[in-house]
């Protein structure tokens, strides 16, 4: 036989072969993803019983625990890693009502770390804080604050979302509410800056001079929903009131009807607690030290549940797990995947791995990110990475035509400088790519606000992100060539600021948090 005639025949063969084992594991991921998804249940598990997932709190460390177990139940390796340790806190129980003019159980909820009110309710007037002219006459003021609740936020002039000024308003009154809105947050920033204080030195004058409490309205632009994050103060409550709400007290106050607030705010000190990455492996056969990553941020805000910043992410990534391991056990590449801690307060999970763990990101064949929101992935970027475009166009070429083709791609793209923890791998050179998922309205509704919970998602949308991830990974690890960290030679220009993007720096991880 002609061994020349051999060879291109046997190449056919075995790539057709290939081609057949290809075909058939990406149908059997998406059956199991259409027929037997178990992303409700994973998500009931997480966010209505485990809860918010605060850096430092015991429920982020239950939540630790439980993937491990989760993990475990399936058949796969996982540990949890400490990074570090922060400021141990519990949330306790918030109750605030308003007693005189009028009673009414207003909708509100301290912030993350605020101190608590001790078991003993409080029942003082709340203030506003005044017109400031400078800094003296700020000070002069101060001493007012004794023994009060004191509202240090602006009050919006509408609770009703500019998206629905727009929508029923004409459009000489939508104008006008804008040019006022935008008029009242300049007046109110001025007369903040007259004070000479920072936001969180702001908050601890009012403390020093012997406040009560103090409280804020953080709202999101949306209707009902407030953004909550962290106390400044160290001894007395900080407390976010609805805008509605919030707007109620400011305007009893200012009318002079004195307004009375009774308010129970419960929380307790756990001291220094060590937290921890949760890291799952399915090890591979052929390449051991070689890795193909899924990620997702697994801490959260408190205001809610956490669900869709960032449980939707979290559990699209146990759920392709749960499937690769089912239909694909023996990897060419190591899968790892990577649920980071302390992604809100500077990706500081994912970048004490990278400092701690070089021979995985120096080894790194392509990192999938996902976290922001419920919905569909939308948009793939190449990272400023040379190569990504050969990488990203090849296996998404094996994802099915319904989901590929909602996807746009841009290459060589822009390094991502922050934002999640895909950049913490970008900036060591690593190709870490974000899944990028369309909005449904996230960052007004959703988005660390008192809103982010399990009847958020969106399963469908999230059913397709765990098909598009499954793929992505078998087909990163199936790959023949190891991939390419070349950078583009010629980055973007940013849009923002018409400069050409650099590549970000590497950053520590603060190891030591909260205190």
């Known amino acids: 036989m002609n061994k020349k005639l051999l060879l291109p025949t046997l190449l056919l063969f075995t790539s057709s072969i290939a081609f057949a084992q290809d075909s058939k594991l990406i149908d059997n991921i998406v059956k199991e993803v259409n027929e037997n998804s178990q992303l409700e249940k994973l998500a009931h598990e997480l966010l209505d019983v485990v809860g918010p997932r605060l850096v430092g709190s015991p429920q982020m460390k239950q939540a630790n625990d439980w993937a491990v177990k989760k993990y475990s139940d399936w058949g796969i390796s996982a540990k949890n890693e400490k990074w570090g340790e922060w400021r141990g806190w519990e949330r306790g129980v918030s109750h605030i009502d308003l007693v005189s003019p009028r009673l009414r159980t207003l909708e509100g909820t301290q912030l993350a770390w605020s101190p608590s009110t001790n078991g003993k309710a409080i ?13 003296v006459s700020f000070q002069r003021w101060l001493p007012n604050v004794k023994g009060k609740l004191v509202l240090i936020s602006m009050n919006q002039i509408s ?5 629905n000024w727009e929508e029923f308003a004409t459009k000489d009154l939508f104008e006008k509410y804008k040019k006022e809105k935008t008029e009242a947050g300049k007046a109110w920033s001025a007369g903040m800056a007259k004070t000479g204080l920072t936001g969180k030195n702001l908050a601890l004058a009012i403390e020093g001079a012997g406040a009560a409490g103090i409280i804020i309205n953080n709202w999101s632009q949306g209707f009902g929903v407030d953004k909550i994050f962290g106390a400044n103060t160290t001894k007395i409550p900080t407390l976010d009131l609805s805008v509605e709400d919030y707007g109620l007290v400011y305007r009893l106050a200012t009318s002079g009807n004195k307004p009375m607030l009774r308010i129970e705010s419960e929380s307790k000190e756990l001291g220094v607690v060590p937290t921890f990455n949760t890291i799952a492996e399915i ?13 997702a941020h697994f801490d959260s805000w408190d205001g809610a549940s956490g669900a869709t910043d960032n449980g939707s992410g979290t559990i699209m990534m146990m759920e392709a797990m749960r499937i690769l391991k089912k239909f694909y056990p ?46 569909r992935v939308v948009n793939i970027g190449g990272q400023g990475f040379a190569k990504s475009k050969d990488y990203i166009t090849r296996w998404l070429a094996a994802v099915p035509d319904t989901i590929k083709n909602q996807i746009k791609t841009s290459f060589p793209g822009t390094p991502g400088a922050g934002g999640s923890d895909f950049a ?5 050179g690593a190709l870490g790519y974000s899944l990028s998922a369309t909005s449904w309205d996230y960052g007004t509704y959703t988005w660390h606000t008192n809103r982010d919970s399990y009847d958020k998602l969106v399963f469908d949308e999230i059913r397709s992100n765990v098909i598009l991830a499954a793929i992505m990974v078998y087909m ?40």
């Not at 609770?159 to 998206?163: D, I, S």
């Not at 220009?493 to 590497?506: F, H, L």
Request: hydrophobic residues 30%; glycine residues 10%.
């Open 476 to 515: 990163a690890c199936e790959d023949p060539e190891k991939t390419s960290t070349e950078k583009a030679a010629d980055l973007p220009v940013n849009e923002r600021t018409g400069k050409q993007a650099t590549w970000p720096e590497v950053k520590k991880a603060t190891r030591k948090g909260g205190l």
């Open 123 to 135: 029942n003082a007037e709340a203030i506003v804080l005044p017109a400031i002219t400078d800094s």
């Open 159 to 163: 609770g009703r979302p500019e998206k």
């Open 424 to 428: 913490s791998f970008v900036a060591a």
């Open 330 to 375: 023996n990897p060419k590449r190591t899968i790892l995947v990577g649920h980071w801690g302390s992604e809100e307060q500077g990706l500081n999970g994912s970048r004490a791995f990278v400092e701690d763990h070089p021979e995985i990101v120096g080894n790194l064949q392509a990192l999938f990110n996902q976290d922001n929101g419920t919905g």
């Open 283 to 295: 090890k591979g056969k052929q390449k051991p030290k070689e890795y193909v990553m899924l990620s």
